[in-house]
């Protein structure tokens, strides 16, 4: 096997489903700052109003970041949520400076292209998507 061929490894879905519910445990984290004060915002920032724009931000993160972790509706959710950091980025950083090393606004460019990349790749085959669709086929779900 070469290191150009993709792998044919079973840990490809895997770290796939890693992936997921990394990035979908500390999205979660996003919007429980947002929403709980947990952990808490930074010092100097005052609560967040539910009914705004950030209370907003925040219960998508929050709602879609435990959709994400279990892997339920992965490609829908992450669709929204790859827009709502594109929004994030270009309202929120995007207009303090071009670099995003500068204007603090790699993380929302990560989960943008990480959603992105879930919309197309799915859930993997640790997650709730999975076992539906091996339920729906008539396979044994292990």
Known sequence: MSIFEPSRSPWRGRMLSVLRIVAGAVFVSFGTMKLFDFPPLPAGMPPIPL????????????FGGLLILTGLFTRPVSFVLAGEMAVAYFQGHYPRSFWPTTNMGTPAILYCFIFLYFVFAGAGPWSVDAMIARSRDGTRID
Do not use: H, R, Y
């Open 51 to 62: 009914m705004s724009q950030m209370g907003l931000a925040g219960t998508l993160e929050f």
